[in-house]
Each structure stands twice: as C-alpha cells, then as structure tokens.
C-alpha cells in the first residue's frame, strides 16, 4: 500500500517571488513560506508535521483545516529562527494570532501558498509587520468589489497609472489588509479600506495615508510605504513599521 499523500508540497525561506523589489520593505524580519495543496488534506498532516489542531479550527472545512496548518508550519519556521521552537501559535478571541511576548508576526495565504513574517519588536513607539497575498480582482468582481475597497479619487488616480485597474484594486486591497494586520495588534480596534487611500502607486511600492485617526501616534495623514509585487494572477505586499 502507497503511503498516505501530504497536503504540504514544499517550506522555503524567504518570499515565494519578489524578493528583490520587497527586501528593503522587511528587513530585518524572518519570512517563510509553505506551498499546499488542499485537494488531498487529511487530518494526519497535522500530526506529521508536529502541529497542533486547535479544537476551534478541527470543526472548520477541510479547506481552512490545510490553509491553517500551512500557515503554522511557515510560522513555525519563524518563530524557531527567532528563538521559539515549537511554539503554539493559537488564535486568540479575536482570531489573529497570539505571538511570543515581544515578537510581532503576520501570516497570510490563499489557495496554494501560505507566508508568515515575524521579528523581535523594535524599540519603536510604532512598529508592526503586515503580509498579504492576493489572486487579481478581474471583472466583474472588481467592478461589483471597487466601492467598498477604495474611493472614487482612487479610482480615478488609478486611470493615470500604467497598470490594469484590476491589478491596481488587487493591490490597493492587498496593501490596505497589510496596513491592518501591521497596525491593529498596536490599536486593538477594525478599521475600514476606506480608511486610507492610496496615493503612489509604482516602482513596487505604495503609499497609504489614513484617512481618520486611530489613536494618538497614528493621526489622520500618517503615511506609510508598502512594498509589492506581482506574478502572474498573484500579488503580493509587505508592509514593515519600525525597522
């Protein structure tokens, strides 16, 4: 009898593409990434890779079962690069990741790919780390998504850029989610994707500039620098406060 197939392809250091255009946009943080493949998960990979399967994510789909354990293995090589190996990464209540005392760390993923990014805190009054990896946003999802990601002067200001609006609202989006897992461990409080806009657009890098203020150090017109990348229908962005 073959031995049972593992959902998790491969766990490399670093981005999965872009490092060149991303790397001043992270250093100096740990960054790994874990491809999968979720069509032939089973509960056994948890076991195999030595993660644990919380008791709030066993119930979840078989989709979000392998999406959280890609996760946790690219975490897990993060967090033991940082000096905590074999660290339970556990959701807490509100779901985002509870890290070490004095590490701040991000995950995302989509359907095939997960990343995790993390470091020792900086000495910052602000600092944080945001990830997002996206598939593009084409019609006719972007023309239904666009109102509730960006404004109408960000829609126009995209009119003037060289690339394809559906690749500039993927991104808009995916820096805009970046902005929030890198700010909200510091605020404790959601904040909209219209709440910042963007206002550069280029060069693998966009700057975000809030809208409204979120707490004392972080006021209306804060701005912040975001790196990206795209590879084929992916993009990807990376975002770093405090280095």
């Given amino acids: 009898m073959n031995p049972p197939v593992s959902s998790i392809l491969s766990v490399a250091p670093g981005l999965p593409f872009g490092q060149a255009a991303l790397a ?10 874990c491809r999968f493949d979720k069509t032939v998960y089973q509960d056994e990979d948890y076991l195999g890779h030595g993660i ?12 979000r079962r392998g999406e959280y354990l890609a996760g946790r293995i690219a975490a897990d090589r993060v967090l033991t690069a940082l000096g905590y190996p074999r660290f339970d990464l556990r959701p807490g209540e509100d779901r985002s990741p509870c890290w070490p005392q ?7 993923h989509h359907a095939s790919l997960a990343i995790c990014i993390g470091w020792s805190r ?19 999802r972007g023309h239904d998504l666009w109102p509730g990601i960006i404004s109408v ?9 060289p690339l394809p609006f559906a690749t500039c609202l993927t991104l808009a989006f995916s820096a805009k989610e970046s902005l929030f897992k890198a700010l909200y461990p510091l605020i404790s409080r959601y904040f909209d994707f219209l709440d910042s806009k963007v206002i550069y657009l280029r060069d693998n890098r966009i700057t975000l500039e809030l ?19 795209v590879e084929g ?6 975002l770093s406060l405090g280095a």
Wanted: with cysteine.
């Fill in 24 to 33: 001043e946009g992270y250093a100096p943080a740990q960054v790994w990434y």
């Fill in 52 to 63: 644990a399967l919380p008791s709030a994510i066993a119930g979840s789909a078989l989709k």
């Fill in 102 to 108: 004095g590490i701040q760390g991000a995950l995302t």
């Fill in 122 to 140: 900086p000495e910052r009054e602000v600092a944080g780390l945001g990830i997002d990896i996206e598939t593009l946003i084409g019609p006719p």
């Fill in 153 to 161: 002067e960000e829609r126009a200001f995209f009119t003037t850029l």
């Fill in 211 to 229: 809208l409204v203020a979120l707490a004392p150090n972080l006021p209306a017109g804060s701005r912040f620098e975001c790196g990206y990348a």
């Fill in 233 to 238: 229908d992916d993009v990807l962005t990376v």
